[in-house]
């Protein structure tokens, strides 16, 4: 079936550090692929999005690209700030009447200042 | 406007008991889904509703569970003769129609069986 695997963590950078958060998918099917960021206290949220081969999602200064040749989406950022630590999710949603989302098991960022 | 909202916020009981969540899904989605946040399973799908078809309840880990959504709104999940691992956190999300890509999350209930 459907899955998602990212790396775990927790990953602790420094202010400005680069950031990559590997994750990788298998599906049938050209699925849709999203990271959700959960600040702490607060509830899921839609950081960015692809829904075909090559595309790149961005918002607030990440970015992902669809790949589909290394079943890849890992997330990156070039300089983190402290108000990014979250946990970070990367999801696909497989297409069919549901369009549940399939989770991986999210990566702790720790940015310090 | 509003988002997505879930009661109670948290929530303790005891082994055996029954419980009942809440979902209030943005104004004017169709789609509703519930999803399990736990330690040991990660984020996952449980029911899928969707305007008048019937429920997707694909990912209900037990009979136990059970959800309605009344009015194509409001929806509750149901829990009953709760077990210690059903703790966990449960969370509500819609989006505007089946097939829409992006689907907004609710807070969560946080619900501990003791």
């Known amino acids: 079936g459907n899955s998602v695997t990212q790396m775990e963590g927790p990953v602790t950078l420094s202010e400005e550090a680069f950031l990559t958060i590997n994750c990788t998918y298998t599906a049938t099917g050209y699925p849709s692929l999203f990271w959700y960021v959960q600040y702490p206290g607060e509830g899921l949220q839609l950081l960015l999005k692809?829904?075909?081969?090559?595309d790149k999602g961005s918002n607030k200064g990440f970015e992902a690209t669809y790949r589909k040749e290394t079943t890849s989406f890992h997330l990156e950022k070039g300089s983190v700030q402290v108000s990014d630590s979250a946990v970070y999710f990367c999801?696909?949603?497989?297409?069919?009447?549901?369009?549940?989302?399939?989770f991986g098991t999210g990566t702790l960022l720790a940015v310090q200042p | 406007g509003a988002g997505v909202s879930q009661s109670p916020s948290n929530k303790v009981t005891e082994k055996g008991k029954d419980v009942e969540l809440r979902c209030d899904p943005i104004s004017g989605h169709t789609a509703l889904y519930w999803y399990r946040q736990s330690l040991g399973q990660g984020l996952e799908f449980l029911i899928y509703?969707?305007?008048?078809?019937?429920?997707?309840k694909s990912g209900l880990p037990s009979d136990r569970f059970s959800a309605e959504r009344t009015g194509g709104s409001v929806s509750t999940l149901t829990i009953q003769r709760t077990q210690q691992e059903d703790s966990a956190v449960y969370l509500c999300?819609?989006?505007?129609?089946?097939?829409?890509?992006?689907?907004?999350f609710g807070p969560g209930t946080r619900l501990t069986v003791l």
């Open positions: 692809a829904t075909k081969a090559d």
């Open positions: 999801a696909l949603m497989g297409g069919g009447a549901t369009n549940k989302l399939i």
């Open positions: 999300a819609s989006s505007p129609r089946s097939g829409d890509n992006e689907q907004f």
């Open positions: 509703f969707q305007g008048n078809s019937a429920p997707d």
